[in-house]
């Protein structure tokens, strides 16, 4: 998640016409005693919140555990959840207490106070595992309870975005009489207080009943879900929708597949939901690379970069050119690279800026790709990416696609020049695209660096607790990333989701939140 580089397959196709049939519950029944299949390519990777930090695991996380707060469905600013309410108790942002609802359980029966909201906290810290979420905490300095229905956290800086964090995956709360103080729990087993209890969870499948005891702002349509995983294997997945197995198919079919289903007569009762998504894909740019370190050649592949053509070509309208390195649809979003570069590739521009920096012959140029980890069209877009650096004459640029361990690794040791990342937001504000980019601690290790966006832009935007005067500041950073070029962001994903005749809610799991909503769901 956000957490993450791991951002994971934008699964493609066709909306249904303003999702008629996709999602009134009106059209199907009011039984909430059925159970559904959901099937995704993707594996969950943890069942333990201090260790889960992909998309995967988060959705079991969303779904099992409760957050203090939770995001609304369709909105970006969090709610009350586990907690009966929650402020900033400072004019600095750096004081936040939650008072808990009344009567909160866990789904064993045992009562969920404060003590365990601290211990989850603390424990995630401590863990401090690396493919964990304790990253994002890293300003937390103390969690206090002086009762057990209050929460005080105490930060080392100001922090106007923590109840986002706290609202997301890697805030949910654990039975510290189940967990483990100091180590990861290991029995593939789960014991939170949210919607839904984890019956059983295995290699291929997880699955999950309503929870009775659950008190929150969620509606259970449902009695339970369970979790097909077809461990990348999209034409698994397409085929297990088409013979009914699935009911609905969630990140990973690509857009052929999708192509597919509508070209066959036997898909009839099948239909495609589209949702919103703040999923992005950048270039990433070495800073320190005797060629991608050079100005001249970051803006010349930002003059000739044709975004249209790249989405018709390889994701068939399925995602949308991104102009910025703050997607659509977030606070604080412009179009500093739209401005700077334009949306037409320019080969006079990109003559000129090699020209500016001395560079007067054909730029050789490997594009670094890894196969599936961020979608499996990545090989094929940065394919498409150098022939369009190539038809220019200017560069020779070729592809190379390595296994995702390895490309991890050499990235951290510097071995590439331009590489390929995505990122699924752990949050829907403008910091969660930013700080983790450009702030201490770079998670793209492209050794870039800038004072004024570390030292001013981020503590400024950190700090103020109305997001929407944070818009000056954001707008100054993304016009000098535009400048300056240490990534160049190339699309931003759309959400699909292919569901059968009878299933309804599909619209309510797909948005900026990343939350996919099992309760939402209700079958006929």
Known sequence: MGNQWPALPVAAGLACGLLTGCGSLSSGSNDAGSHVV???????????????????????????????????????????????????????????QCTLKDGLKFSNGDPLTAQDVKFSFDRTLKINDPAGPAIMFSVLDSVQTPDDKTVVFKLKAPDATFPSKIASGAGSIVDHRQYDANGLRKDNQAVGSGPYKLDSFSKDEAVFSANKGYTGTAQVKNAGVTLKFFHGDQPALKQALLDGKVDVAYRGLTTKDIAGIDAQDDTKGIEVVEGSSAEVQHLVFNMDDPVAGKLGVRKAIAYLLDRDALIRDVYQDTATPLYSIIPAGIAGHNTAFFDTYGARPSKAKATAALHADGITGKVHLTLWSTPSRYGPATDDELKTVAAQLNASGLFQADVKSVPFDQYEKDIANGKYGVYVKGWVPDYPDADNFTAPFFGQGNVLDNHYTNSTITGRLIPRTAAQSDRAATDKEYGQLQDIVAEQLPVLPIWQAKQYAVVRDGVYGLEYCLDASTVFRFWELKKS
Do not use: H
């Open 38 to 96: 959901v099937g995704m390519s993707d594996d969950v990777l943890a069942t333990d919140p201090a260790s889960g930090y992909d998309p995967g695991s988060w959705l079991l996380f969303d779904n099992v555990f409760q957050t203090l707060l939770g995001f609304p469905k369709g909105g970006t600013e969090p709610q009350p959840e586990a907690a009966k309410s929650c402020a900033f108790t400072d004019s600095r942002t750096q004081i936040y």
